[in-house]
T-cell receptor
Framework: DGGITQSPKYLFRKEGQNVTLSCEQNLNHDAMYWYRQDPGQGLRLIYYSQIVNDFQKGDIAEGYSVSREKKESFPLTVTSAQKNPTAFYLC???????????FGQGTRLTVV | DQQVKQNSPSLSVQEGRISILNCDYTNSMFDYFLWYKKYPAEGPTFLISISSIKDKNEDGRFTVFLNKSAKHLSLHIVPSQPGDSAVYFCAGHYGGSQGNLIFGKGTKLSVKP
């Protein structure tokens, strides 16, 4: 089955620890994205990548880092510098130049 | 500043009636507009889109209307079903090299039996 897999679905971390969220896709899409959703808010873009070994900051990149070593994978690291890391994180992918993006099931990160 | 606005946080409709979800935008550079449906604790699923050069697109029970002069679009669901109850996000797409989606804050639709 083609799709986007995010793992884990729920993640708990202590304040001050870095944590990495996984995102894998087998849709053969070149473009991948990370969004963050907070209660009552829309989805805000953290980082995106349109090709392997290249990525760009989105609107709220501070406190986050990414890598794109393989076409299928776009992991997101939430660092201790992110002031409000507790949120629902969504990964998406698309064909470059196409509007429609496909989303994973999301990871709920709770930092205590 | 919000480029895509959904001014109604919630909407309640009776089963079988029409649901109309509204969206306003400020950026004239969007080349496509999309609607996504989202259940709690799940990722959004794509519903329907419309090119900025069109004024209407229909897919089954779902129709999207675009009024470029008013910078307004709407999603019509007819007839509404209880399974349509979800949060609906409107998004504008930047074309060209960026290719990003800008989302509104969503409207929670409740369809009552």
């Amino acid at each position: 089955d083609g799709g986007i897999t995010q793992s884990p679905k729920y993640l708990f971390r202590k304040e001050g620890q870095n944590v990495t969220l996984s995102c894998e896709q087998n849709l053969n899409h070149d473009a991948m994205y990370w969004y963050r959703q907070d209660p009552g808010q829309g989805l805000r873009l953290i980082y995106y990548s349109q090709i392997v070994n290249d990525f760009q900051k989105g609107d709220i990149a501070e406190g986050y880092s990414v890598s794109r070593e393989k076409k299928e994978s776009f992991p997101l690291t939430v660092t201790s510098a992110q002031k409000n890391p507790t949120a629902f994180y969504l990964c998406a992918s698309s064909i470059v130049g196409r509007a429609e993006a496909f989303f994973g099931q999301g990871t709920r990160l709770t930092v205590v | 500043d919000q480029q895509v606005k959904q001014n109604s946080p919630s909407l309640s409709v009776q089963e079988g009636r029409i649901s109309i979800l509204n969206c306003d935008y400020t950026n004239s550079m969007f080349d496509y507009f999309l609607w996504y449906k989202k259940y709690p604790a799940e990722g959004p699923t794509f519903l329907i889109s419309i090119s900025s050069i069109k004024d209407k697109n229909e897919d089954g029970r779902f129709t999207v209307f675009l009024n470029k002069s008013a910078k307004h679009l709407s999603l019509h669901i007819v007839p509404s079903q209880p399974g349509d109850s979800a949060v609906y996000f409107c998004a504008g797409h930047y074309g060209g090299s960026q290719g990003n989606l800008i989302f509104g804050k969503g409207t929670k639709l409740s369809v009552k039996p």
